[in-house]
T-cell receptor, first 117, second 112 residues
Framework: AQKITQTQPGMFVQEKEAVTLDCTYD???????LFWYKQPSSGEMIFLIY??????QNATEGRYSLNFQKARKSANLVISASQLGDSAMYFC??????????????FGQGTILTVHP | NAGVTQTPKFQVLKTGQSMTLQCAQD?????MSWYRQDPGMGLRLIHY???????DQGEVPNGYNVSRSTTEDFPLRLLSAAPSQTSVYFC???????????FGPGTRLTVL
């Protein structure tokens, strides 16, 4: 069965500094991807970034980048130049792309990020 | 495009009542899912569908039923509400396994 783990319940960062949010996964699918979402206190889910397992370069979207290390089965989110508006809950998620349960998208437990001024 | 819509936004039920949470998407997405999120917690998958007529159970399916008769709609039925089902429910859809998932605004359900 697939498993996705976020080991940091909470993280704190100073405004304008970079922060790394950890995500490790376990999957038997030969091809897969990793998503990151943000959930501010207002409750909506906001897509941030995606990378597929066969992508050669780490994905970047503005201040967000994915540090994908397949050998370690980790796909950490790096937020550069943190802003107060980055304070939110962050989730990583992995889809089931083969075999039974094809189509499931499983989320990690989440990390609450607090940006201090 | 309206995206993913959910109704109602808020609902209060008494223990034992049944109800249906509605979910619709206008993006012609094949994949649709229902999640519940308890306070301070992550998203737990209740049921999901990879196309009309195809549904499967997620991590926490007990007490919930789904059906997918059309591509657009994916209602979630609570058979006999229990206080443990008090939660925020999110419906979501995506085009395929590797595609971004779009979420509805959520339904806040309280069971007394």
């Amino acid at each position: 069965a697939q498993k996705i783990t976020q080991t940091q319940p909470g993280m704190f960062v100073q405004e304008k500094e970079a922060v790394t949010l950890d995500c490790t996964y376990d999957t038997s699918d030969p091809s897969y991807g990793l998503f990151w979402y943000k959930q501010p206190s207002s409750g909506e889910m906001i897509f941030l970034i995606y990378q597929g397992s066969y992508d050669q370069q780490n994905a970047t979207e503005g201040r967000y980048s994915l540090n994908f290390q397949k050998a370690r089965k980790s796909a950490n989110l790096v937020i550069s130049a943190s802003q107060l508006g980055d304070s939110a809950m962050y989730f990583c998620a992995i889809p089931k792309t083969g075999g039974t349960s094809y189509g499931k998208l499983t989320f990690g437990q989440g990390t609450i990020l607090t940006v201090h001024p | 495009n309206a995206g993913v819509t959910q109704t109602p936004k808020f609902q209060v039920l008494k223990t034992g009542q049944s109800m249906t949470l509605q979910c619709a998407q206008d993006m012609n997405h094949e994949y649709m899912s229902w999640y519940r999120q308890d306070p301070g917690m992550g998203l737990r998958l209740i049921h999901y569908s990879v196309g009309a007529g195809i549904t499967d159970q997620g991590e926490v399916p007990n007490g919930y039923n789904v059906s997918r008769s059309t591509t657009e709609d994916f209602p979630l039925r609570l058979l006999s509400a229990a206080p443990s089902q008090t939660s925020v429910y999110f419906c979501a859809s995506r085009k395929g396994a590797y595609n971004e998932q779009f979420f509805g605004p959520g339904t806040r359900l309280t069971v007394l």
